[in-house]
């Protein structure tokens, strides 16, 4: 019997917490009635189930405690059931053991204001979007359960406490330290990393493109050792120990923790760069080879790290030419833009044009539909139309490891 009761019960208060009666905004009666119908409730329609009996025999018990009302078809009691009409709301509460919704969004409510905080909402601007989000749509009764399920609000809590707590991360680190740092937990941070960064992605400035590990890195939070590595002819000292990367064919890699000790020596190698040239993918990187120059691998999107490393660069070298090869997609435009507005550093594309995409248009790939929504995105930048137009025409992108890295 329970089976029935239980599942009748919860579809009625499902019903009614979706109505306008649950949230009194209703300006006429509302009946909140669950028809029976093969779909609803299939075994009471089968002729060779007991079911019949035992679903009559819990109704009856469920309005002789007022909780319903049993709508019989044409009137004819104990024959058809024709639908069942909730009576009181309390009563059905009471008796599934379930909470009111206006009681979780209130405590929803509640735990959302720990983490608004008026004055300071640019100290954590991610998590305070996110928070007000939430908490504007439960004021309007709507769902929230893509990110809360408002029967478990310390998830709620944990999901806004690690929100806030990347947004607060002052120290570079891994990911597993800061999941101790957060939750006393080495891997509890893991368990939720894409639903954070995902809100990330939305609620932020700047993170749309950005795969996980990129925007966590925004933060000093990495998975593995951040390196960024050099080659060229130039020198640099660190700990002042003086390296000439000319030494070392395929340059070297420099950790994020080690940054900070970088000093660009003046010396008469130094004097001869004349260009500084950021690359995107490694593979292109280890491939080039150019005299006078200092090549830089920034693997995709640049953190905070590496971006005051580029304005301590850009100091030392004032009068270089600055250039960024990168993909020809939405991708490599995005981030060598993004380079450009988050250093002050007027970068020029290098081989990333409609000519060298027609050198190598034989290695290009078709377009996704995500790449042609980025597309057009981009289009009436009047740098990259020519480019673009092309490219969507064409349905085509080209990844930088096709091109040939000599001039």
């Not at 979706?18 to 299939?42: A, C, M, Q, Y």
């Not at 004055?119 to 809360?148: C, N, W």
């Not at 700047?206 to 890195?217: F, K, T, V």
Request: with cysteine.
């Amino acid at each position: 019997m329970k089976v029935y009761d239980e599942r009748i019960v919860n579809r009625l208060l499902d019903m009614y917490e979706k109505s306008t009666l649950s949230t009194g905004e209703n300006r006429r009666t509302v009946h909140i009635d669950l028809n029976f119908t093969k779909k609803e409730i299939p075994e009471y329609f089968n002729t060779s189930s007991a079911a019949y009996e035992t679903v009559h025999s819990t109704l009856h018990e469920l309005e002789r405690q007022g909780i319903v009302q049993i709508l019989w078809k044409d009137g004819k009691t104990d024959h058809v059931v024709a639908k069942v009409r909730l009576l009181s709301a309390e009563k059905a509460y009471a008796y599934a053991g379930r909470t009111p919704k206006a009681s979780l969004e209130k405590a929803a409510l509640l735990i959302l204001q720990e983490f608004l905080t008026p004055g300071k909402a640019e100290e954590t601007p991610v998590t305070e979007a996110f928070a007000r989000y939430l908490s504007d749509r439960i004021q309007r009764h709507a769902s929230v359960r893509e990110y809360m399920d408002l029967n478990d609000p310390e998830a709620a809590r944990k999901l806004l406490h690690a929100l806030r707590c990347v947004e607060r991360n002052g120290t570079p680190c891994y990911l597993r330290e800061f999941s101790v740092r957060c939750f006393h937990d080495s891997k509890y941070f893991e368990q939720m990393q894409q639903r954070i960064t995902g809100i990330f992605r939305k609620f932020g400035s700047g993170y749309a493109d950005m795969d996980p590990r990129e925007i966590l890195a925004e933060y000093g939070i990495y998975h593995t050792p951040d390196y960024v590595f050099f080659k060229g002819n130039a020198e640099l000292e660190i700990g002042g120990k003086v390296l000439e990367l000319q030494m070392l064919t395929q340059g070297i890699g420099i950790s994020g923790d080690d940054l900070q000790k970088l000093r660009i020596p003046v010396s008469e190698k130094n004097q001869q760069i004349r260009r500084v040239m950021t690359i995107e993918n490694l593979t292109a990187f280890f491939r080039f080879q150019e005299e006078d120059c200092l090549a830089i691998y920034l693997g995709g999107y640049h953190n905070g790290v590496r971006r005051e490393l580029l304005k301590v660069i850009r100091k030392r070298w004032p009068q270089a030419e600055y250039l960024h090869f990168g993909d020809i997609d939405a991708g490599g435009f995005q981030i060598l833009r993004d380079l450009r507005e988050k250093t002050g550093i007027p970068f020029t594309p290098w081989r990333m044009d409609l000519k060298t995409l027609r050198m190598y248009e034989v290695f290009a790939r078709p377009l996704t539909v995500s790449d042609r929504t980025r597309l057009e995105a981009l289009r009436g930048t009047t740098e990259w139309q020519e480019v673009i137009r092309y490219m969507l025409e064409k349905n085509i992108k080209l990844e930088q490891e096709c091109i040939s890295p000599l001039r």
